[in-house]
């Protein structure tokens, strides 16, 4: 039961591996760019070159005025506008994109954690928030997969991305048919999926799709990609991904030992105490599925989200199973 993925596009921070482009000549090595390449078809960008800076080049901030200002204190160069304008015309011309992998802290592609200041020439921080090119991303694509590389090393933040980026690419694929045949399949294929995430948007995207009359697919489309992307808004939570295997473990209530269910709810146990990873759990209900050939279990996305060679690559980290 190995699924064929849709392979999605990310936009990336250049300096991310790509290309020695960060202010002080360097790039920063990010690790997991090697797996990920055979899977994922990668879009580098560096916004500061883009907009004119050179490579090395002195440092820029932001600075918190009423509303933000991007500078390079050295030089006294205003990049406000230059930025805005380049981040306003790349976004609005990516033809197909899934998601973004952005560089931590950075005044352009921070998410969260960019400095910044009440002052150009003083040290006086004003908070943090994201950086200039990366705020028009998350107003261009507010429901896409967007990630720095920082919070990507923590095995929860990573397999929640990963999950939410291929079921966006699934269905931009599903979405590409014009078929309401094709949507069907997907949700029914990814119900398991969205119950572990968002139960109630789950239902509401079904009832899109049974509004659904020979004169408003593209209506039904853009409703149900709208909703979608909420279902993966926030991870999933290990309650509801027990309720989903205990429903899972319907299917086989009268096929497995006695044994063999004490085993599992043990298991489950384990997972809730946080003392095992879910893969741990799937990997023993897969056996089960290709064991009892249950063709409908089979087609759930739920037990392969994303790419196994994607999942080699996760380390539980404390806290993070
Ligand atoms: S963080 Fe963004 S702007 Fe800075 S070097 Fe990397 S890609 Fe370029």
Redesign the pocket.
Same mark, same amino acid.
Request: hydrophobic share 15%; with cysteine.
């Given at each position: 039961m190995y699924r064929k993925f849709t392979k999605p596009t990310v936009v990336i %921070?250049?300096?991310l591996e790509f290309d020695s482009?960060?202010?002080n000549g360097l790039k920063i090595s990010f690790d997991p760019l090697d797996l990920m390449m055979p899977h994922i078809d990668f879009i580098p960008?560096?916004?500061?070159?883009e907009i004119g800076l050179g490579t090395p080049r002195d440092p820029i901030r932001i600075v918190q005025k009423k509303n933000l200002t991007l500078v390079q204190p050295s030089t006294n160069k205003k990049l406000t506008f230059s930025m805005n304008q380049f981040a306003n015309s790349f976004l609005n011309n990516l033809e197909t994109v899934d998601g973004f992998i952005l560089?931590a802290k950075?005044p %352009?592609?921070g998410i969260k954690d960019a400095k910044y200041y009440f002052k150009q020439d003083k040290e006086q921080s004003a908070g943090k928030g994201p950086g200039l090119f990366t705020k028009k991303v998350i107003k261009v694509f507010p429901g896409l997969a967007i990630e720095d590389e920082g919070r990507l090393r923590n095995f929860h933040i990573r397999e929640h991305f990963f999950t939410k980026l291929f079921a966006l690419s699934s269905f931009r694929d599903t979405k590409k048919t014009k078929k309401i045949s094709s949507l069907i399949k997907y949700h029914a294929n990814n119900k398991f999926l969205m119950m572990a995430y968002n139960e109630k948007t789950m239902r509401k995207l079904g009832k899109i799709i049974a509004s659904y009359n020979k004169s408003n697919l593209t209506k039904v489309f853009r409703a149900y990609e709208k909703n979608l992307q909420l279902v993966f808004e926030k991870p999933y939570r290990r309650k509801t991904n027990v309720n989903v295997l205990m429903h899972v473990m319907g299917f086989f209530s009268k096929l497995l030992t006695q044994k063999e269910k004490k085993f599992i709810l043990h298991l489950f146990k384990q997972y809730s105490d946080r003392r095992v990873p879910l893969s741990a759990l799937i990997q023993v209900i897969r056996s089960w599925i290709t064991r009892y050939q249950n063709s409908y279990l089979e087609n759930q996305t739920y037990f392969e989200p994303y790419p196994f060679e994607l999942m080699d690559i996760s380390n539980s980290g404390k806290g993070n199973l």
């Open positions: %921070s250049k300096c482009c960060r202010y960008v560096c916004p500061e070159i560089k950075s %352009s592609c």
